[in-house]
Antibody, heavy 119, light 107 residues
């Protein structure tokens, strides 16, 4: 059974960089797309971006200038960096696996981690 | 970028059929995926590629997609189906897009 676990600081100061890592267990990270998705309290889901295990990326145009994703296949991990954060970036951040290739759904999700942006 | 429109809320009595719509320009040409999210939990995939169900999802959950509207149908609704439901597609720029979500209330 594939499991995903997000990790990283729960509190980030405004203007700093949010950094999260997703660790994949119970299966290989190779040959899948891996996404980050966030959800502000009481609001809907927002796709942040994805990375393939080759390192190729797609980002949400609204966040593209601030987002960097990377993958470490040796550790079965992938990561998110979001720079110049503001209070509007406060949300639960999920990592998720893309199933069935480029147009497939998200079949496995992490439990989510709350990141608060505050001084 | 591509926009998906869902009704904010749908209400249905137990045992009845709930239909949740997802509107988008020529959405019938895309593969639509549906997720269920209960409070405090991560979303769960309930329908993918318009009408397929992952293993473990009851047959009561079904989907269709044509023209400008995709629909998630939940038959014989149970109290445990009360949740937020989101549709999702990939647009032509390889951007993931979610609908705004629909809160299903079981009366």
């Amino acid at each position: 059974q594939v499991q995903l676990q997000e990790s990283g600081p729960g509190l980030v100061k405004p203007s700093e960089t949010l950094s999260l890592t997703c660790t994949v267990s119970g299966g290989s990270i190779s040959s899948y797309y891996w996404s980050w998705i966030r959800q502000p309290a009481g609001k809907g889901l927002e796709w942040i971006g994805r990375i393939y295990t080759s390192g190729s990326t797609n980002y949400n145009p609204s966040l593209k200038s601030r987002v960097t994703m990377s993958v470490d296949t040796s550790k079965n991990q992938f990561s998110l960096k979001l720079s110049s954060v503001t209070a509007a970036d406060t949300a639960v951040y999920y990592c998720a696996r893309g199933w069935f290739g480029e147009l497939g759904p998200f079949d496995y999700w992490g439990q989510g981690t709350l990141v608060t942006v505050s001084s | 970028s591509y926009v998906l429109t869902q009704p904010p809320s749908v209400s249905v009595a137990p045992g009845q059929t709930a239909r949740i719509t997802c509107g988008g320009n020529n959405i019938g040409s895309k593969s639509v995926h549906w997720y269920q999210q209960k409070p405090g939990q991560a979303p769960v995939l309930v329908v993918y590629d318009d009408s397929d169900r992952p293993s473990g999802i009851p047959e009561r959950f079904s989907g269709s997609n044509s023209g400008n509207t995709a629909t998630l149908t939940i038959s014989r609704v149970e109290a445990g189906d009360e949740a937020d439901y989101y549709c999702q597609v990939w647009d032509s720029s390889s951007e993931g897009v979610f609908g705004g979500g629909t809160k299903l209330t079981v009366l």
